[in-house]
Structures are given as structure tokens and as C-alpha cells.
């Protein structure tokens, strides 16, 4: 089998004990997705795995064998901004930038969840037609994703601006 990364095929790794976020940073070359805490507490590391948003370093590379990863540079390219990345441009959802892959890959799949009627603590009617999107159901979905600068407010803002413009 292989795994396929931002749409490439990959060879799975000889070891097993290889971490997902090893595979891709040592062996791909794709330094977007950052080493943070190395414990799964941080979320800079967050992928994209069939869809899903997961912690590249506590995922073995042999656990996503036969399935797709997408990593931050698989979701845009600097003359194609995929749309969160753009509205964190607009509203200053970083400062060093060091989590903002992380951030914007999660987002990417909360703004799925919520599509899909995945409520979370915080989802105030779970019998209505649909989640509404606020500020707390951002924070409480984005909640495993630290951003030490305290650029929380900017990082909120821009999943909003994008999940009311894909509503409307």
C-alpha cells in the first residue's frame, strides 16, 4: 500500500515505529507542520487524515497506510490561499506564526464537523437543523489547538469570516 501525502504517493516507512509528523518533516521535507510539544497537547502538528483532523505525533505513519494525509501545504499555495488561510491573513490569526498550520488544518475540519451536525460541549440545540457558529463554538471546537502569542482573538475571527461565507 502507500500513503498518499497532499496527493503524492508515499511509501510507508520500513520502521513501524515511525510518527506520522517524523514521516512527513524528515523524510517529505514538509516543514509546515510543526513539532510542539511532542505529547499531543499542543496541536501544531495537526493533520489532515481522510478528512479528519489528527495529532501527527502521537499517529504512527503505519496507522494512515492506504490513507490520505493533507498537510498545510496541501490545502494552498501561495498564488492559491485556501480560504482559511487567507481570512488569517486578514485578521491577524498569528503572530510568530510557529501554530498556525495546526490551527488552520483543524479549522479546516471543525468547519466539516459542524457541516456535518457534530455538536460539541457547547453546542446550545441539539435539535435543531443545524449547528449555529459563534464565537464560544469556535473556541470550545478549536480548544486543543494553543497559541502561545495570544493571537486567539484574530484566529476566531477568521474561521468565523469563513464559516458564515460558506453558509451564505
Known sequence: MAIVVNGTRVAPPDDPRVSLLDLLRDRLHLSGTKIGCNQGAC?????????????????LAAQVDGRSVVTIEGLGS??????????????????????????IC????????????????????????????????????????LCRCGAHNGIVDAILQVATEKVA
Open 43 to 59: 496541536g501544531a502538528c495537526t493533520v489532515l487524515v481522510d478528512g479528519k483532523r489528527v495529532l501527527s505525533c502521537l499517529t
Open 78 to 103: 501561495a498564488d492559491d490561499l485556501h480560504p482559511l488561510q487567507a481570512a488569517f491573513i486578514e485578521h491577524d490569526g498569528f503572530q510568530c506564526g510557529y501554530c498556525t498550520a495546526g490551527q
Open 106 to 145: 483543524a479549522a479546516t475540519a471543525m468547519l466539516e464537523e459542524i457541516a456535518a451536525g457534530m455538536p460539541s460541549y457547547v453546542t446550545e440545540d441539539l435539535g435543531a437543523d443545524g449547528i449555529a457558529i459563534s464565537r464560544d463554538e469556535i473556541r470550545e471546537r478549536m480548544s486543543g489547538n
